[in-house]
């Protein structure tokens, strides 16, 4: 269970923990021996460090396309002492040899590590050579193979973060131990095999080719790749450096190249000139992949892509093609923070993360056509960070990794979006020169090496003439987020004083932190709310008065975080948030649109505007909105709305009513955007979501079947599906033929995914039961991307009473199946399975639950207590709402 602690003591905590850890890999001791589990210690990997240095691996595989490889390992490196074994990293392979120093050895293998005895070592140099044989990976890890149901052909790509290259070869699998990695590769004729090097030749080598690739530079393992399979190739040699983009031969119509090669292009030129460092890797390779556990992965010269986010049946809305330069950038980002500068441990993985969605959206703000990247960083991933660092579990930024069991435990919104807003805000404090001065100058020092947080900060704190201590102990050290209000007052309609009020968000969170932000205070006139000042505002402690707002003119809204400069929750006064609720059409500017429609929700969370309330507020507002991406915001916050409504089973006559008003707004915006492709699919995909009346599920089933139409709309395959899934989630007549129909008409990956997520969303007892049964056998052949789509959808909000049919058995279960399964399969499993229906008894039986479930991994109980508090957070929604339920 995670304490959090007053300021002093986590820092104490965390000094203590790392005193304990380089104390153990000093030369004094020896160390003790490993534990004898799939994961490496801290304590384990800073041992091996101390001994290890200079490695390069030479790198044999021999890929054939079935389910089992083979591969060799030659690992040359520097040994400091021979006073102990030294273990080397290999995940569930079948060890044929080992030899040391050109001896075959006698080793210790226990299906995660070999262990050399010290008989076999020198002090100095040494080579191992570790020839094995092993299955590819069906989970998204390791070696990936994955069999392409159209064609029957076979595709392989590496992934390998947090440490999963032993997976697939022999290695000192921490990032510490920077590596060259030279590469031999035998596969199939019609393959291409990538790596972070481009091959130096290709040989004929029977019915296979052997592919040569040149010694790498120096790289984490968990940034090396390669990747195999017959793939489709595109090249582009219009930039500086070559680029080339692979996807399957079967999903190749749906790639776009001119806008992969274009985005790219431009950022790389982008970050050349903002880091005043030349992209290391010389050629840009990108390959979308399937089955991929996460969104994309910045491995050195050959990042990989999720297929599910970047392949389109159609063209691309708006909101589709910055998705796909967002994610080019953050990945890119990373190849100067994360690859030629890496952090020295997992701890450090948060840093690595922050700074590449801070550059990448500046990255996509500064380089491509999307100039409000800032409003959509500020409505999707910043409101992700305010959510999880209000949650009672919530965490630092910067957080102890005892081992790599626990390396992806804080991957979440505080990792990426709330460090990626401290460096937004630590580069208005320093000012946007001596910030990137103090970026360039620590990449330029640590420059294919490994770097720790006080390396970064040191940087930036050098370039600045500054002391960063103190706001490194507040921001990176604690967490909670602060909440800033506005109080003054007005005489004779001026203001006779005012100031910033900063409040803490509990006890166990008391810290007051310093920030700059800028205050706006607007007017009403005619119809429209006008600025009358801004000031620019540094604030710390829990009172700061604006002298400077002093004698203006009295105003109806204050917003003291204008132009979102800080990370701060925003409480309007009473005043500022009536004018908000009432005059959301008149506001001009989209950010403070934006912001002021997150305040109202912001009401609807903490339960001080009733729910239906901010319904109607849609109603009005929303058909009048021309802000294409403040219009996405809007529309995910009725989706929001719609699922809390279905949580909470309320079935009134105005809840009927109001399911029906929603439709219907829906339905017309789609059809009176015809000649707007953009807000039309934004606007169609509401009705999607909304979409519960048999008369919209009739308008649906005649879309399909051609007899009713939204004029200008085009249904491509993914619309047809999504309309397949959404009649069978409410047992449409007829819905479950159309999935068997549908799927001879696609009999793709995605095809066959689409029609797992409508089966097993039909609100069916037996079926549940059955795919329960499955999910929950650890041992199911069906592949982990499958799976997941069945954990997905195995229970949508509006089907709780057939979720509470196995609410308990899930519940009672988890401790067991948590002991079993990995991180990969609880973060789904546990993230959509712990039970929640949005009753005080539901919330009572996880807090029973968590009170008595203490052994859960970190991971697994986290789940667990952001379960029961966003349980309550429904509760308290429904006791607000002023609609008859």
């Known amino acids: ?69 083979s591969g060799v390992t030659t690992a040359s490196f520097d040994l400091n002492d021979t006073g102990a074994p030294l273990t080397i990293d290999l995940d569930k392979a079948t060890v044929k040899s080992v030899s040391v120093n050109g001896k075959q050895a006698e080793t210790k293998y226990n299906n995660w590590f070999v262990t050399i005895a010290p008989a076999d070592l020198v002090k100095g140099r040494n080579s191992v050579v570790i020839a094995y044989e092993r299955a590819h990976s069906t989970n998204g890890e390791g070696l990936h193979r994955m069999v392409d149901p159209v064609d029957n052909r076979v595709y392989t790509y590496s992934h390998f973060e947090p440490a999963a290259a032993h997976q697939m070869f022999a290695v000192f699998d921490q990032p510490d131990l920077k590596a060259t990695y030279q590469v031999t590769a035998t596969a199939p004729a019609d393959w291409h095999v990538v790596s972070t090097t481009r091959e130096t030749s290709i040989e004929i080598a029977g019915a296979s ?40 031969q079967s999903v190749a119509a749906q790639v776009t190249p001119e806008d992969w090669f274009g985005y790219t292009k431009n950022g790389l030129a982008f970050f050349d000139n903002y880091f005043g460092i030349p992209y290391q890797f010389e050629k840009y390779d990108q390959l979308i992949v399937p089955d991929f556990l996460y969104g994309a992965m910045e491995n050195a010269g050959a ?46 993985l948060w840093l690595n993360e922050s700074f590449a969605s801070f550059m990448g959206t500046l990255a996509t703000a500064e380089s491509t056509e999307f100039k409000d990247a800032w409003q959509h960083f500020y409505s999707t991933g910043k409101q992700a960070a305010y959510v999880q660092d209000q949650k009672a579990n919530t965490h630092p930024i910067e957080v102890p990794v005892p081992s790599t069991a626990n390396a992806f435990d804080n991957i979440d919104a505080i990792t990426y979006s709330k460090g990626a807003s401290t460096l937004i805000q630590l580069r208005h404090l320093l000012g946007a020169e001596v910030f990137r001065k103090g970026v360039h100058n620590y990449l330029t020092k640590y420059s294919y090496e490994n770097a720790r947080l006080d390396d970064f900060i040191g940087s930036l704190g050098q370039a600045a003439g500054r002391d960063l201590s103190g706001w490194t102990r507040e921001w990176l050290y604690e967490a909670g987020v602060n909440t800033i209000a506005a109080n003054f007052s007005c005489t004779g309609g001026k203001v006779s004083a005012f100031s910033l009020q900063q409040s803490a968000p509990s006890k166990l969170l008391p810290t007051l ?118 219009l996405g915001d809007v529309l995910g916050k009725l989706a929001d709305s719609k699922e809390y409504l279905d949580l909470m089973g309320v079935n009134s006559a105005w809840a009927t009513q109001t399911r029906t008003d929603l439709e219907a707004m829906a339905w017309k915006a789609a ?89 097993v969303i ?116 429904k006791a607000a709402m002023t609609a008859p339920r």
């Not at 953009?678 to 007899?707: C, E, K, M």
């Open 209 to 248: 080719k052997r592919w040569v690739f040149p010694k790498s530079k120096k790289l984490s393992p968990y940034n090396f790749s390669l990747h195999a399979g017959p793939y489709k190739v595109w090249e582009d040699k219009s930039g500086k450096y070559p680029m080339r983009l692979f996807a399957r």
């Open 762 to 877: 039909r609100p069916d007892p037996k079926l549940k039961s059955e795919w329960l049964g499955t999910v929950e056998d650890l041992q199911t052949t069906l592949p982990f991307s499958k799976v997941r789509t069945a954990i997905d959808n195995l229970y949508p909000a509006e089907q709780n009473v057939l979720a509470e049919q196995t609410a308990a058995q899930r519940l009672a279960k988890l401790p067991a199946i948590d002991k079993a399964a990995g991180p990969v399969y609880m973060r789904s499993y546990a993230g959509s399975l712990i039970p929640t229906s949005c009753t005080p008894a539901s919330v009572k039986r996880l807090s029973q639950a968590a009170a008595t479930m203490k052994g859960l991994s970190a991971g697994t109980r986290r789940s667990l207590l952001d379960a029961q508090q966003e349980d309550q957070r429904c509760v308290t929604i």
């Open 1 to 69: 269970m995670t304490i959090l602690a007053p300021r002093a003591m986590t820092i104490a905590i965390a000094t203590a923990f790392a005193v304990s850890v380089f104390a153990a890999s000093g030369a004094c001791a020896a160390p003790a021996p490993r534990a004898e589990n799939a994961f490496l210690s801290q304590q384990d990997a800073a041992a091996r460090s101390a001994r290890v240095s200079n490695v390069e691996y030479a790198l044999e595989f021999t890929l054939t396309g079935k389910e089992t490889f």
């Open 513 to 630: 932190r310093e920030q700059r932000v800028q205050v706006a205070t607007f007017k009403v006139e005619g119809g429209k709310l006008v600025a009358l000042q801004n000031v620019p505002v540094t604030y710390k402690g829990a009172n700061t008065k604006v002298a400077a707002l002093a004698g203006s003119a009295c105003p109806d809204l204050v917003y003291p975080n204008y132009q979102d400069w800080g990370f701060v929750k925003v409480q309007l006064d009473k005043r500022s948030f009536e004018t908000a609720r009432t005059s959301l059409a008149s506001v001009d500017d989209a950010l403070l649109r934006t912001m002021l429609w997150q305040s109202l929700w912001d009401g609807v969370r903490d339960g001080k505007l009733p729910l239906n309330e901010f319904i109607k507020t849609v109603l009005v507002n929303a058909p009048l909105e021309k802000d294409y991406t403040l």
């Open 303 to 348: 990042i990989t892509f999720a297929e599910r986010g970047f392949l389109h049946k159609a063209k691309m809305t708006d909101a589709q093609r910055q998705s796909l330069a967002s994610v080019i950038m953050h990945e890119m980002a990373h190849q100067w923070f994360g690859d030629l500068v890496t952090m020295q441990w997992w701890n450090g």
């Open 671 to 759: 059809n009176a955007s015809k000649g707007n492709e953009n807000f039309q699919r934004r606007w169609f995909d509401a009705y999607l979501f909304l979409a519960s009346s048999p008369q919209a599920l009739d308008h649906l089933a005649g879309i399909l079947d051609g007899t009713s139409t939204v004029e200008g709309l085009a249904i491509n395959q993914d619309l047809r599906w999504a309309i397949v899934r959404r009649l069978n989630r409410y047992n449409h007549p007829g819905a479950a033929a159309l999935v068997e129909l549908e799927a001879k008409r696609d009999n793709s990956d995605a095809g066959q995914a689409a029609a797992l997520a409508a089966t």
